[in-house]
């Protein structure tokens, strides 16, 4: 499994990333923006999962279910 340090810095650039993306959109769908959204997710749940693998620990906070 991965180190929580590694899938942390992965996180944190991943939500970088969506700002950047985000401060940048375009009117209408912005695939650039759907991919930095995919990427933020996988991100998040890559650091959850490496910090209950090697800790038992889990985030406060859960990922929005699709509407």
């Known amino acids: ?3 929580p ?3 942390l810095q992965k996180f ?3 939500l970088e990333r ?3 993306v985000a401060a940048t959109k375009r009117d209408g769908s912005d695939e ?4 930095a959204y995919e990427q933020l997710e996988d991100c998040f749940l890559g650091y959850e999962e490496a910090l209950q693998q ?4 889990y985030l406060p ?3 929005a279910e699709d509407q």
Request: net charge negative; proline share 0%; glycine share 4%.
């Open 1 to 3: 499994h991965e180190d």
């Open 5 to 7: 340090s590694v899938a």
């Open 12 to 14: 944190v650039s991943a």
């Open 18 to 20: 969506h700002l950047a």
């Open 32 to 35: 650039a923006l759907n991919k």
């Open 54 to 57: 090697t800790y038992g620990e």
């Open 61 to 63: 906070f859960e990922q």
